[in-house]
């Protein structure tokens, strides 16, 4: 699913790479983004589900999403007013598919000349399918809605402004869906032997969906008392990354804040060019950097396709297709510390196909990278 915008470009990269590595796959596309949006008044059209569930995974480039207004301006003018409201295809895959877990490595590769610092080496664990994402959102507040929620009696302060006038987004978090993403991180940190793991909330001042997430994340850590669990509110955990990233390791936190430490954490070690994420359920998993479509650059090349080619590292490791990872990271980790090739974002004018190339030569030992033994 290359999507649109620049996932066409990184995508074309990817491939690449997955031809030279000898990777024995049948690749089977689908429709997503913001064209068929246009089109058909959906980005995720159903067809796109029946195909992906004839394949063992995907792997995806980038959408383009725009907030509701916008993006009702730009429907096919046969679709307007039809109501049709638009939602990410990528959030509505992660709920469809209940792909509950999005890991997000972020680790600064040695010569990377935007590395913030060289030793960071940080995992994200974003809970994928629910919080604020959960898409139970209500402008104007209906009466029914308000009169339910004043059960609750600081709400009624809220009545006095008008309904009208009332916009609700909601946070919604279950028991099960923090123990998972807890647990899947404690896991993760026990078979890789990280330090510690890392817990990313507010439970000061969110204090139902907070104080559940971390009573769950301490019952969990008991069953592994080998791994300290810290415990860090999302404003001082922004601050601590840009000030000791190093001694974080394995951080997880549910969908909102999950999303905002990936973006930072990603930019310590390169930013979005670097930042690959696999969204994993129990039997099905999507494969896709963490950035955008950038619209502005499609089809020029331009955007840094190693995130996406870390990405594909992250499907071989799905997979467990482990030699071909280790031999994607090692080629992806040559590239970058050799600096002969590279695009805009660190500081040359290579095409994202030209380090795609480069990344396959280094992959086949075809190199020609001097003063390096194979
Ligand atoms: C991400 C992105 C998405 C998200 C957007 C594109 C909906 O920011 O994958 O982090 O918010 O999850
Ligand atoms: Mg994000």
Redesign the pocket.
């Known amino acids: 699913m290359p999507g649109d915008g620049t996932g066409q470009d990184v995508m074309e990269a990817a491939r690449i790479v997955l031809d030279a590595i000898g990777f024995d796959a049948e690749y089977v596309a689908a429709d997503i983004g913001w064209e068929f949006w246009c089109t058909e008044g959906d980005p995720l059209p159903p067809r796109t589900i029946e195909v992906l569930k004839s394949t063992d995974c995907a792997l995806f480039g980038a959408?383009t999403?725009k907030p509701t207004e916008e993006a009702a301006r730009e429907l096919d003018p046969s679709l307007q007013d039809k109501g049709l409201v638009y939602f990410?295809p990528?959030?509505q895959l992660r709920q469809l598919l209940d792909l509950h877990t999005?890991l997000r490595p972020c680790k600064a590769y040695p010569g990377n000349p935007l590395n913030f610092r060289d030793d960071i080496d940080l995992v994200v664990f974003r809970e994928n399918t629910e919080g604020m994402?959960g898409g139970v959102e209500f402008y104007p507040l209906p009466k029914k809605v308000f009169e339910a929620l004043c059960e609750h009696p600081r709400m009624a302060r809220f009545g006095e402004k008008g309904l009208e006038n009332i916009a609700l987004s909601t946070r919604i978090m279950s028991r099960q869906g923090c123990e998972s993403i807890v647990r899947r991180a404690f896991e993760y940190a026990a078979r890789h032997r990280r330090r510690s793991v890392t817990l990313v909330e507010k439970p000061n001042v969110l204090r139902e969906t907070g104080g559940l997430m971390t009573r769950v994340a301490r019952e969990v850590a008991a069953d592994f008392p080998e791994i300290p669990l810290w415990e860090t509110n999302i404003d001082a955990m922004c601050m601590w990354l840009v000030r000791k990233p190093q001694e974080y390791d394995v951080l997880v936190a549910e969908n909102m804040f999950g999303?905002i430490i990936?973006?930072l954490a990603a930019g310590l070690v390169g930013g979005l060019g670097f930042a690959s994420?696999a969204n994993i359920g129990d039997d099905y998993a999507v494969f896709?950097p963490?950035h955008?479509s950038a619209p502005k650059y499609a089809g020029q090349y331009k955007v840094n396709p190693i995130a996406m080619l870390l990405t594909v590292k992250l499907m071989f490791d799905w997979l467990g297709e482990e030699e071909l990872a280790r031999r994607l990271e090692d080629a992806i980790g040559a590239v970058i510390r050799d600096r002969r090739v590279g695009t805009y974002d660190v500081g040359m004018s290579n095409t994202s196909l030209e380090v795609a190339q480069e990344v396959a030569r280094e992959v086949t030992g075809r190199s020609q990278r001097t003063g390096v033994t194979k």
Do not use: L
């Open positions: 959408i999403s990410s990528i959030v999005n994402y999303d990936s973006d994420a896709e963490t955008g």
